[in-house]
């Protein structure tokens, strides 16, 4: 089955910066989603996002399929933006998504 | 409009007990899913539903069942519960299981099994 690879796994910010969280696939995707699971545990749909650039609000992403990767642009950070971020991807005949192990982020106030 | 709900929230069971999850949803979604989630290990696929009347194995299905009861509604049965299975346990839903579909997820459950 395909591989996907986030990094870095822990990221520890200062509120107000600005981070790059990346996600690495071994194969061509047909489908792409970003997560934030908060402190409570609750996942969130962020993105849906298989190829180009997607913004909302603070937050937004890149995919670039050709090159087998996706970005998500965290900017101007909150506290509120602590969590685990996700990254999903399917290929081939499949939709149904494999996830990443996430990017463990905390923002300090 | 309550989305992906699950029952229970939080539940501790011996070794060789069963149990079923419930899950449900209220949004007329074709699809829904159960991933188990590991510490450092993502969610993992357990079952899933592409449509009432049909379930497929996802990739760690051992010693689960499932039933997709009707289009609202997707259990996840343990019949005889060990201590791997101790883990959070999230139910998922999707318009379909096809492309651009997005996938909505319930609060989880907490399951320890000693």
């Known amino acids: 089955g395909i591989q996907v690879e986030q990094s870095p796994p822990d990221l520890i910010l200062q509120e107000g910066a600005n981070s790059t969280l990346r996600c690495n696939f071994s194969?061509?995707?047909?489908?792409l989603q970003w997560f934030h699971q908060n402190p409570w545990g609750q996942l969130i749909n962020l993105f849906y996002i298989p190829s180009g650039t997607k913004q909302n609000g603070r937050l937004s992403a890149t995919t670039v399929a050709t090159e087998r990767y996706s970005l998500l642009y965290i900017s101007s950070s909150q506290t509120t933006d602590s969590g685990v971020y996700f990254c999903?991807?399917?290929?081939?005949?499949?939709?149904?998504?494999?996830f990443g192990r996430g990017t463990s982020l905390i923002v300090h106030p | 409009n309550a989305g992906v709900t699950q029952t229970p929230k939080f539940q501790v069971l011996k070794t060789g007990q069963s149990m079923t999850l419930q899950c449900a949803q209220d949004?007329?979604?074709?699809?829904m899913y159960w991933y188990r989630q590991d510490p450092g290990m993502g969610l993992r696929l357990i079952y899933y539903?592409?449509?009432?009347?049909?379930?497929d194995k996802g990739e760690v299905p051992n010693g689960y069942n499932v039933s997709r009861l009707n289009k609202r509604e997707f259990s996840l049965r343990l019949e005889s519960a060990a201590p791997s299975q101790t883990s959070v346990y999230f139910c998922?839903?999707?318009?379909?299981?096809?492309?651009?579909?997005?996938?909505?997820f319930g609060p989880g459950t907490r399951l320890t099994v000693l």
């Open positions: 999903a991807v399917a290929s081939g005949g499949s939709y149904i998504p494999t």
């Open positions: 949004m007329n979604h074709n699809s």
């Open positions: 998922a839903s999707s318009e379909t299981s096809g492309a651009g579909d997005e996938q909505f």
């Open positions: 194969d061509s995707v047909n489908n």
């Open positions: 539903s592409a449509s009432e009347g049909t379930t």
